[in-house]
Structures are given as C-alpha cells and as structure tokens.
C-alpha cells in the first residue's frame, strides 16, 4: 500500500518562511518518476503549485515562482520551501508524486492528505 505523508505546515508570520516534506512509503521497491505540490483553500479548486521530475528539471505556478523552491528525486521524499510567505499562501497543501513499482513498466499518481500553512501575524 503507497502512502505519501506531508510535513512541516504550521503557523508563520507574513514573511517567514516554511519548509514541507513529503515522504512516500510503499510495501515494494519503487522510484519516484516526478513530485507535485498543490493547494486549496476551503471552497475552492486544488491549484497546481509547483513539479520537479527524478531528473530535476522544475516548473512553477507563476505566483510561487520567485519564492518557492521544489527539490526531490527519485527517492522517497521531496521537499516544497517556501519563502516570504504571504497571508494569501495560508490553505492546505499536498504532495503528489508519480510512484513506479520496480516491477512495473509506469507509474501511478498518488497524494498526501495534506499540511496546513497558516500564515498571520
């Protein structure tokens, strides 16, 4: 059974910064092909935040751009760093990740349940 577990929310001032981990844990050997970090706020659709593949290249939404930083590989944790962080940025997070059983020829997506960030004075 995959499971992938968020880390790392929690309270912070406008400003400050956090750092979320995802870790990936599975009953069989696998790789990662690609992580994935979304958000949603209540009410609202999930929003693709960032990606990076097991060979590192990285996208981003346009408004984390110059303040987040994806890292992972084909391991089993991925990192979301987050600087200057603003009241907007305060939702749940999720980790997504492409998980390929060593067995099989491609990968399946699965997700976290989440991290809240909150951000406020």
């Known amino acids: 059974q995959v499971h992938l577990v968020e880390s790392g929310g929690g309270l912070v001032q406008p400003g400050g910064s956090l750092r979320l981990s995802c870790t990936a844990s599975a009953g069989s050997l696998f790789s990662m092909n690609s992580w994935a970090w979304y958000r949603q706020a209540p009410g609202k659709a999930r929003v693709w935040v960032a990606r990076i593949t097991a060979g590192g290249i990285t996208d981003y939404a346009a408004q984390m751009k110059d303040r987040f930083t994806v890292s992972g590989d084909d391991s089993n944790t991925a990192v979301l760093q987050m600087h200057d962080l603003k009241p907007d940025d305060t939702t749940v997070y999720y980790c997504?990740?492409?998980?390929?059983?060593?067995?099989?020829?491609?990968?399946?997506?699965?997700w976290g349940k989440g991290t809240l960030v909150t951000v406020s004075s």
């Open positions: 997504s990740g492409n998980l390929r059983f060593v067995t099989k020829l491609s990968g399946k997506d699965y």
